[in-house]
Protein backbone atom coordinates (compact mmCIF):
# COMPACT_ATOMS: atom_id res chain seq x y z
CA UNK A 1 0.00 0.00 0.00
CA UNK A 2 1.38 3.34 -1.08
CA UNK A 3 0.73 6.58 0.65
CA UNK A 4 -1.88 8.09 -1.48
CA UNK A 5 -4.13 4.57 -1.53
CA UNK A 6 -3.47 5.17 2.36
CA UNK A 7 -5.19 8.46 2.31
CA UNK A 8 -7.70 7.70 -0.20
CA UNK A 9 -8.75 4.86 2.65
CA UNK A 10 -9.10 7.11 4.78
CA UNK A 11 -10.98 9.87 3.24
CA UNK A 12 -13.62 6.73 2.55
CA UNK A 13 -13.44 6.06 6.08
CA UNK A 14 -14.14 9.54 7.30
CA UNK A 15 -16.77 10.22 4.88
CA UNK A 16 -18.78 6.83 6.00
CA UNK A 17 -19.95 9.16 8.90
CA UNK A 18 -20.29 11.83 11.09
CA UNK A 19 -18.14 12.11 14.74
CA UNK A 20 -15.46 9.40 13.65
CA UNK A 21 -12.89 9.55 16.80
CA UNK A 22 -10.88 6.87 15.99
CA UNK A 23 -9.76 4.32 13.21
CA UNK A 24 -8.62 0.54 14.03
CA UNK A 25 -7.20 -1.70 11.69
CA UNK A 26 -6.47 -5.15 13.19
CA UNK A 27 -5.67 -8.08 11.43
CA UNK A 28 -8.83 -10.27 10.80
CA UNK A 29 -11.47 -7.49 11.11
CA UNK A 30 -12.56 -4.94 8.41
CA UNK A 31 -11.32 -1.42 9.25
CA UNK A 32 -13.52 -0.48 12.28
CA UNK A 33 -14.27 3.23 13.58
CA UNK A 34 -15.66 4.59 17.28
CA UNK A 35 -17.94 7.30 16.97
CA UNK A 36 -19.34 8.31 20.37
CA UNK A 37 -17.02 5.46 22.27
CA UNK A 38 -18.65 2.86 20.39
CA UNK A 39 -16.92 0.52 17.82
CA UNK A 40 -18.56 -0.26 14.50
CA UNK A 41 -18.21 -0.52 11.26
CA UNK A 42 -17.87 1.76 8.27
CA UNK A 43 -20.35 2.12 5.82
CA UNK A 44 -18.58 1.90 2.48
CA UNK A 45 -19.22 0.71 -1.40
CA UNK A 46 -17.93 -1.26 -1.69
CA UNK A 47 -17.40 -2.70 1.85
CA UNK A 48 -13.77 -2.50 3.06
CA UNK A 49 -12.56 -5.87 3.08
CA UNK A 50 -11.23 -8.01 6.03
CA UNK A 51 -7.81 -6.76 6.85
CA UNK A 52 -4.56 -9.59 6.47
CA UNK A 53 -1.32 -8.82 8.47
CA UNK A 54 0.52 -7.97 5.67
CA UNK A 55 -2.31 -5.30 5.03
CA UNK A 56 -1.47 -3.54 8.77
CA UNK A 57 2.19 -3.80 8.30
CA UNK A 58 1.81 -1.74 4.84
CA UNK A 59 -0.47 0.59 6.29
CA UNK A 60 2.50 1.03 9.57
CA UNK A 61 5.61 1.50 7.16
CA UNK A 62 3.55 4.42 5.66
CA UNK A 63 2.73 6.11 8.50
CA UNK A 64 5.79 5.59 10.41
CA UNK A 65 7.21 7.22 7.25
CA UNK A 66 10.11 5.04 7.28
CA UNK A 67 11.15 6.81 10.59
CA UNK A 68 14.21 4.48 11.91
CA UNK A 69 14.30 5.69 15.49
CA UNK A 70 10.42 4.94 15.63
CA UNK A 71 10.80 1.27 13.91
CA UNK A 72 13.13 0.90 16.70
CA UNK A 73 10.95 1.68 19.00
CA UNK A 74 8.46 -0.55 17.92
CA UNK A 75 10.67 -3.43 17.70
CA UNK A 76 12.70 -2.73 21.16
CA UNK A 77 9.33 -2.08 23.12
CA UNK A 78 6.17 -3.43 20.96
CA UNK A 79 4.17 0.22 20.06
CA UNK A 80 5.18 3.46 18.49
CA UNK A 81 3.46 6.66 18.36
CA UNK A 82 3.69 8.88 15.46
CA UNK A 83 1.49 11.63 13.61
CA UNK A 84 -0.19 11.46 10.35
CA UNK A 85 -1.62 14.06 8.34
CA UNK A 86 -4.22 13.45 5.19
CA UNK A 87 -3.86 16.81 3.50
CA UNK A 88 -7.02 18.88 3.50
CA UNK A 89 -8.75 16.72 6.02
CA UNK A 90 -7.53 16.09 8.98
CA UNK A 91 -4.48 15.08 11.24
CA UNK A 92 -4.23 11.74 13.30
CA UNK A 93 -2.24 10.73 15.95
CA UNK A 94 -1.52 7.07 15.71
CA UNK A 95 -0.32 4.41 18.10
CA UNK A 96 1.55 1.01 16.10
CA UNK A 97 1.24 -2.01 18.33
CA UNK A 98 1.92 -5.58 18.06
CA UNK A 99 -0.17 -8.25 18.83
CA UNK A 100 0.11 -12.13 18.38
CA UNK A 101 3.07 -11.43 16.26
CA UNK A 102 1.12 -9.21 13.97
CA UNK A 103 0.90 -5.19 13.82
CA UNK A 104 -2.51 -3.46 14.63
CA UNK A 105 -3.15 0.48 14.42
CA UNK A 106 -5.44 2.87 16.29
CA UNK A 107 -5.54 5.96 15.31
CA UNK A 108 -7.02 9.02 16.86
CA UNK A 109 -8.68 11.52 15.06
CA UNK A 110 -7.90 15.15 15.62
CA UNK A 111 -9.73 18.24 14.12
CA UNK A 112 -7.57 20.15 11.67
CA UNK A 113 -9.12 23.50 13.31
CA UNK A 114 -8.43 24.20 16.88
CA UNK A 115 -11.17 24.30 19.08
CA UNK A 116 -11.42 26.99 21.12
CA UNK A 117 -12.28 27.25 24.82
CA UNK A 118 -15.91 29.00 23.85
CA UNK A 119 -16.06 25.86 21.36
CA UNK A 120 -15.70 23.24 23.88
CA UNK A 121 -17.69 24.95 26.40
CA UNK A 122 -15.59 24.94 29.39
CA UNK A 123 -16.11 27.08 32.26
CA UNK A 124 -14.81 30.83 32.29
CA UNK A 125 -12.19 30.06 34.93
CA UNK A 126 -10.18 28.64 31.67
CA UNK A 127 -9.54 32.02 30.69
CA UNK A 128 -8.38 32.93 34.16
CA UNK A 129 -5.75 30.18 33.14
CA UNK A 130 -4.61 31.97 30.42
CA UNK A 131 -3.48 34.96 32.39
CA UNK A 132 -1.52 32.97 34.34
CA UNK A 133 2.03 34.12 34.46
CA UNK A 134 3.87 31.24 36.18
CA UNK A 135 3.22 28.10 38.03
CA UNK A 136 1.91 24.78 37.41
CA UNK A 137 -1.91 24.11 35.39
CA UNK A 138 -2.45 19.82 35.54
CA UNK A 139 -5.02 18.62 33.12
CA UNK A 140 -6.03 14.79 33.75
CA UNK A 141 -8.10 12.22 32.68
CA UNK A 142 -7.78 8.43 31.26
CA UNK A 143 -7.06 8.64 27.90
CA UNK A 144 -9.32 9.00 24.97
CA UNK A 145 -10.73 11.93 27.46
CA UNK A 146 -10.15 14.56 25.32
CA UNK A 147 -6.86 16.01 27.57
CA UNK A 148 -5.26 16.70 24.28
CA UNK A 149 -8.27 18.71 22.90
CA UNK A 150 -8.10 21.13 26.04
CA UNK A 151 -4.37 21.73 26.03
CA UNK A 152 -4.80 22.81 22.67
CA UNK A 153 -7.63 25.04 23.27
CA UNK A 154 -5.66 26.63 26.19
CA UNK A 155 -2.74 27.17 24.18
CA UNK A 156 -4.35 28.98 21.35
CA UNK A 157 -6.09 31.23 23.71
CA UNK A 158 -3.09 32.64 25.22
CA UNK A 159 -1.55 32.49 21.44
CA UNK A 160 -4.59 34.80 20.28
CA UNK A 161 -4.08 36.76 23.30
CA UNK A 162 -0.68 37.39 24.81
CA UNK A 163 2.73 38.44 22.92
CA UNK A 164 4.50 35.37 24.33
CA UNK A 165 6.97 32.82 23.31
CA UNK A 166 5.33 29.00 24.06
CA UNK A 167 7.39 26.03 24.01
CA UNK A 168 5.20 22.96 23.52
CA UNK A 169 7.19 19.37 23.98
CA UNK A 170 4.77 16.66 22.13
CA UNK A 171 4.82 12.94 21.97
CA UNK A 172 3.79 13.45 19.10
CA UNK A 173 2.73 16.77 17.42
CA UNK A 174 -0.91 16.72 17.61
CA UNK A 175 -2.33 19.94 17.22
CA UNK A 176 -0.61 22.31 14.94
CA UNK A 177 -0.63 26.39 16.45
CA UNK A 178 0.43 28.97 13.86
CA UNK A 179 1.91 31.82 15.35
CA UNK A 180 -0.57 34.73 15.97
CA UNK A 181 -0.11 37.71 19.01
CA UNK A 182 1.73 34.63 20.26
CA UNK A 183 4.83 32.74 19.13
CA UNK A 184 4.45 28.65 19.63
CA UNK A 185 7.41 26.46 19.02
CA UNK A 186 6.53 22.87 18.70
CA UNK A 187 8.87 20.00 19.44
CA UNK A 188 8.28 16.49 18.99
CA UNK A 189 9.97 13.64 20.89
CA UNK A 190 12.58 11.64 19.17
CA UNK A 191 12.95 14.15 16.48
CA UNK A 192 13.71 17.68 18.31
CA UNK A 193 14.45 16.21 21.46
CA UNK A 194 15.71 13.21 23.18
CA UNK A 195 13.51 12.92 26.62
CA UNK A 196 10.97 14.68 28.39
CA UNK A 197 13.59 16.10 31.47
CA UNK A 198 16.49 17.07 29.19
CA UNK A 199 13.64 18.66 26.83
CA UNK A 200 12.31 20.65 29.47
CA UNK A 201 15.44 21.76 30.87
CA UNK A 202 16.49 22.65 27.46
CA UNK A 203 13.09 24.94 26.91
CA UNK A 204 14.38 26.94 30.21
CA UNK A 205 17.00 28.36 28.49
CA UNK A 206 14.88 28.86 25.13
CA UNK A 207 13.09 31.84 26.75
CA UNK A 208 9.94 31.02 26.83
CA UNK A 209 7.24 32.17 29.22
CA UNK A 210 4.85 28.89 29.21
CA UNK A 211 6.04 25.31 28.51
CA UNK A 212 3.37 22.87 27.43
CA UNK A 213 4.29 19.15 28.63
CA UNK A 214 2.38 16.72 26.49
CA UNK A 215 2.70 14.04 29.48
CA UNK A 216 4.43 13.90 32.82
CA UNK A 217 5.26 10.45 33.13
CA UNK A 218 8.56 10.14 35.56
CA UNK A 219 9.97 11.36 38.31
CA UNK A 220 12.95 13.18 36.73
CA UNK A 221 10.29 15.34 33.97
CA UNK A 222 8.23 16.30 37.10
CA UNK A 223 10.71 17.39 39.17
CA UNK A 224 12.10 19.14 36.52
CA UNK A 225 8.56 20.50 35.53
CA UNK A 226 7.98 22.20 39.09
CA UNK A 227 11.28 23.37 38.94
CA UNK A 228 10.70 25.70 35.58
CA UNK A 229 7.42 26.59 37.71
CA UNK A 230 9.16 27.69 40.68
CA UNK A 231 11.49 30.05 38.34
CA UNK A 232 8.37 31.85 36.30
CA UNK A 233 7.42 29.77 33.81
CA UNK A 234 3.51 29.27 33.61
CA UNK A 235 4.32 24.56 32.60
CA UNK A 236 1.18 23.19 31.15
CA UNK A 237 0.91 19.55 31.67
CA UNK A 238 -1.36 16.47 31.36
CA UNK A 239 -1.49 12.65 33.34
CA UNK A 240 -3.22 9.81 33.57
CA UNK A 241 -5.05 10.59 36.65
CA UNK A 242 -8.76 10.89 37.83
CA UNK A 243 -9.15 13.64 39.87
CA UNK A 244 -6.82 16.03 42.35
CA UNK A 245 -6.50 13.98 45.00
CA UNK A 246 -5.32 10.75 43.11
CA UNK A 247 -3.26 13.27 40.95
CA UNK A 248 -1.37 14.87 43.93
CA UNK A 249 -0.72 11.27 45.27
CA UNK A 250 0.73 10.32 41.99
CA UNK A 251 3.28 12.89 41.98
CA UNK A 252 4.44 12.47 45.87
CA UNK A 253 4.30 8.61 45.22
CA UNK A 254 7.65 9.13 43.07
CA UNK A 255 9.51 10.10 45.63
CA UNK A 256 10.72 8.10 48.74
CA UNK A 257 9.16 8.73 52.09
CA UNK A 258 11.96 11.16 53.08
CA UNK A 259 11.40 13.34 50.07
CA UNK A 260 7.48 13.66 49.94
CA UNK A 261 7.11 16.73 52.70
CA UNK A 262 9.64 18.79 50.86
CA UNK A 263 7.58 17.98 47.44
CA UNK A 264 4.04 18.84 49.14
CA UNK A 265 5.63 22.41 50.26
CA UNK A 266 7.05 22.46 46.27
CA UNK A 267 3.58 21.46 44.56
CA UNK A 268 1.65 23.47 47.10
CA UNK A 269 3.72 26.62 45.97
CA UNK A 270 3.85 26.11 42.45
CA UNK A 271 0.26 23.77 41.13
CA UNK A 272 -2.38 26.42 39.94
CA UNK A 273 -4.96 24.41 38.95
CA UNK A 274 -5.64 20.71 38.97
CA UNK A 275 -8.60 19.60 35.85
CA UNK A 276 -9.64 16.32 35.63
CA UNK A 277 -12.33 15.76 32.67
CA UNK A 278 -14.38 13.07 31.66
CA UNK A 279 -16.02 12.97 28.09
CA UNK A 280 -19.87 12.24 28.51
CA UNK A 281 -22.59 11.76 25.83
CA UNK A 282 -24.78 15.11 24.90
CA UNK A 283 -28.51 15.39 24.21
CA UNK A 284 -28.08 16.38 20.88
CA UNK A 285 -24.91 13.76 19.92
CA UNK A 286 -21.38 14.02 20.31
CA UNK A 287 -19.75 14.12 23.73
CA UNK A 288 -19.21 17.20 25.95
CA UNK A 289 -16.22 17.27 28.55
CA UNK A 290 -17.60 17.22 32.73
CA UNK A 291 -15.02 18.75 34.63
CA UNK A 292 -13.36 18.65 37.89
CA UNK A 293 -11.53 21.59 39.14
CA UNK A 294 -9.30 22.19 42.01
CA UNK A 295 -7.85 25.99 41.92
CA UNK A 296 -5.02 27.22 44.42
CA UNK A 297 -5.92 29.06 47.76
CA UNK A 298 -5.01 29.04 50.91
CA UNK A 299 -7.49 25.75 51.83
CA UNK A 300 -6.24 23.84 48.83
CA UNK A 301 -2.27 24.99 49.60
CA UNK A 302 -2.62 23.49 52.93
CA UNK A 303 -4.28 20.05 52.29
CA UNK A 304 -1.67 19.87 49.40
CA UNK A 305 0.98 20.68 52.02
CA UNK A 306 -0.14 18.44 54.54
CA UNK A 307 -2.31 15.87 53.18
CA UNK A 308 -6.20 15.22 53.28
CA UNK A 309 -7.27 14.15 57.31
CA UNK A 310 -10.77 13.95 58.80
CA UNK A 311 -14.25 14.57 57.11
CA UNK A 312 -13.51 18.20 56.43
CA UNK A 313 -9.65 18.61 55.64
CA UNK A 314 -10.20 16.96 52.04
CA UNK A 315 -10.14 18.39 48.57
CA UNK A 316 -13.94 17.04 47.88
CA UNK A 317 -14.84 19.43 50.38
CA UNK A 318 -12.78 22.04 49.09
CA UNK A 319 -14.41 21.45 45.44
CA UNK A 320 -17.80 21.27 46.94
CA UNK A 321 -17.32 24.78 49.29
CA UNK A 322 -15.18 27.27 47.20
CA UNK A 323 -17.46 27.60 43.89
CA UNK A 324 -16.51 31.33 44.42
CA UNK A 325 -12.72 30.58 42.78
CA UNK A 326 -13.74 28.46 40.04
CA UNK A 327 -13.71 25.01 41.75
CA UNK A 328 -16.06 22.28 41.00
CA UNK A 329 -16.43 18.67 42.08
CA UNK A 330 -17.47 16.56 38.76
CA UNK A 331 -21.11 15.93 40.06
CA UNK A 332 -22.12 19.90 40.02
CA UNK A 333 -20.44 20.15 36.83
CA UNK A 334 -22.95 17.74 35.77
CA UNK A 335 -25.85 19.45 37.12
CA UNK A 336 -25.07 22.91 35.53
CA UNK A 337 -24.68 20.75 32.01
CA UNK A 338 -27.98 19.33 32.65
CA UNK A 339 -29.21 22.52 33.96
CA UNK A 340 -28.23 24.17 30.46
CA UNK A 341 -29.51 21.29 28.28
CA UNK A 342 -26.45 19.92 27.29
CA UNK A 343 -26.89 16.31 29.04
CA UNK A 344 -29.75 14.34 30.00
CA UNK A 345 -31.25 13.51 33.38
CA UNK A 346 -29.78 9.39 32.01
CA UNK A 347 -26.48 10.54 31.44
CA UNK A 348 -25.75 12.29 34.86
CA UNK A 349 -27.04 9.77 36.30
CA UNK A 350 -25.23 7.27 34.87
CA UNK A 351 -22.30 8.85 35.28
CA UNK A 352 -21.98 11.20 38.61
CA UNK A 353 -20.69 9.84 41.51
CA UNK A 354 -22.93 10.38 44.70
CA UNK A 355 -26.12 8.93 43.10
CA UNK A 356 -28.22 10.03 45.72
CA UNK A 357 -27.00 13.62 45.78
CA UNK A 358 -27.62 14.04 42.00
CA UNK A 359 -30.94 12.64 41.94
CA UNK A 360 -32.56 14.98 44.82
CA UNK A 361 -30.77 18.21 43.41
CA UNK A 362 -32.19 17.48 39.65
CA UNK A 363 -35.35 16.91 41.43
CA UNK A 364 -34.79 20.43 43.30
CA UNK A 365 -34.09 22.11 40.08
CA UNK A 366 -37.24 20.52 37.84
CA UNK A 367 -38.96 22.06 41.32
CA UNK A 368 -37.54 25.35 41.17
CA UNK A 369 -37.95 25.59 37.14
CA UNK A 370 -41.93 24.49 37.12
CA UNK A 371 -42.50 26.78 39.87
CA UNK A 372 -41.00 29.82 38.02
CA UNK A 373 -42.82 29.12 35.27
CA UNK A 374 -45.86 27.55 36.45
CA UNK A 375 -46.09 24.69 35.16
CA UNK A 376 -46.03 21.14 36.91
CA UNK A 377 -42.85 19.15 37.19
CA UNK A 378 -41.99 15.73 36.36
CA UNK A 379 -43.52 14.34 39.68
CA UNK A 380 -46.41 16.60 39.51
CA UNK A 381 -46.86 15.42 35.82
CA UNK A 382 -46.55 12.00 37.11
CA UNK A 383 -49.84 12.37 39.57
CA UNK A 384 -51.77 14.16 36.91
CA UNK A 385 -51.60 11.38 34.43
CA UNK A 386 -52.73 8.65 37.54
CA UNK A 387 -55.52 10.89 38.33
CA UNK A 388 -56.49 11.46 34.92
CA UNK A 389 -56.24 7.92 33.50
CA UNK A 390 -57.32 6.14 36.68
CA UNK A 391 -58.99 8.33 38.98
CA UNK A 392 -56.71 8.55 41.72
CA UNK A 393 -53.05 10.10 42.84
CA UNK A 394 -50.30 8.74 44.11
CA UNK A 395 -51.07 6.81 47.55
CA UNK A 396 -48.81 4.14 49.79
CA UNK A 397 -49.04 0.54 48.50
CA UNK A 398 -51.28 -1.59 49.24
CA UNK A 399 -53.85 1.99 49.44
CA UNK A 400 -57.31 1.50 47.99
CA UNK A 401 -57.98 2.30 44.85
CA UNK A 402 -60.62 5.15 44.73
CA UNK A 403 -63.62 4.27 42.25
Known amino acids: MRTRELDDLLRRILKSGDRVSDVNFTPGKPPQVETDGNLVFPFTEPPLPELTPYMTEQIAVNLLHDRADLMEELFRTGSCDCAYEVPGLARFRANVFTQRGAVSIVLRKLEMKIATIHDLILPLVFQNMATLHKGLVLITGATGQGKSTTLAALVHEINMTRPVHVISLEDPIEFVHRH ?113 ILAANLRTREIIREGESGDHKTFYRALSDDSVDGMQTFDQHLLRLVDEGFVSRDTVLHYCTDRVFVSQSMDRMEHAKAAATGEPDAAEADDAGLKMNFGYGRQRRGGKRRG
Do not use: C
Not at 187 to 200: K, M, P, T
Not at 252 to 277: H, N
Open 180 to 292: QIGTVNQRELGQDFSDWASGVRAAMRQAPKVIVLGELRDRETMETAVSAAETGHLVFATMHTMGAGETINRLVGMFPASEQPRLRARLADTIQYIVAQWLVPREEGGRIAALE
